[in-house]
């Protein structure tokens, strides 16, 4: 390995990294000598102590992490205050959201039709949270109102279009693990229990 690839590996382990990386730990990742590695090392704190970089290497209780540089704060607390608080939905929520991005467009009743539950309330959290949005109405008795994902629900899926989308036993998958659930989507009678709640 030469010495600039020996660089760039240790930056992508220290970047990576969630606590700091030890000699001892970065000359096992490489499988070089602890000399070369400190070498380098030492060669990629003094590069990203130059300063045009907006991060550093420093050396922290027994490694190495990669920091902002102080004269970034401000810039990056503004940025980071610039961000979307976390997407939090309850489960029927999701299972609704999961109705209409699977049968889109699709209408308030047939949803209800589909969870076994009156779903208004929901739709209207869905509809604040600008994951879905209207599109148009149905050609029906009523004209109900039809609906869709938005680009927001793409946005926050990381999606770049409906094609994207998992299968629906996947979708089942991901929502147990992002709520920390073992159970798959509530039957109707349990549903509605739990949205009333």
Do not use: C, W
Not at 69 to 78: G, I, M, S
């Amino acid at each position: 390995m030469t010495n600039e690839e020996r660089k760039a590996a240790l930056e992508a382990i220290i970047y990576a990294a969630d606590e700091p990386a030890t000699i001892a730990q970065l000359t096992k990742a490489l499988g070089e000598e602890k000399l070369a590695v400190q070498a380098s090392l030492d060669e990629l704190v003094a590069n990203y102590a130059a300063e045009e970089r907006g991060v550093e290497i420093r050396a922290v209780a027994g490694g190495y992490k990669m920091y902002t540089k102080p004269q970034q704060h401000d810039v990056v607390r503004r940025f980071i205050k610039s961000f979307r608080p976390p997407l939090r939905l309850s489960m029927p929520a999701l299972e609704t959201l999961a109705v209409i991005a699977y049968k889109q467009p699709v209408t308030s009743p047939e949803i209800s039709e589909i969870r076994g539950v009156n779903t208004a309330g929901v739709i209207s959290t869905l509809l604040d949270k600008h994951l879905i949005t209207t599109a148009g109405r149905k050609e029906v008795i009523g004209r109900p109102i039809l609906y869709k994902t938005s680009k927001e629900f793409l946005m926050r899926f990381g999606l770049s279009d409906l094609e994207e989308l998992p299968s629906l036993k996947e979708f089942e998958a991901l929502a147990r693990e992002a709520l920390g659930s073992d159970e798959g989507f509530a039957p109707a009678d349990e549903a509605a229990t739990n949205e009333a709640s």
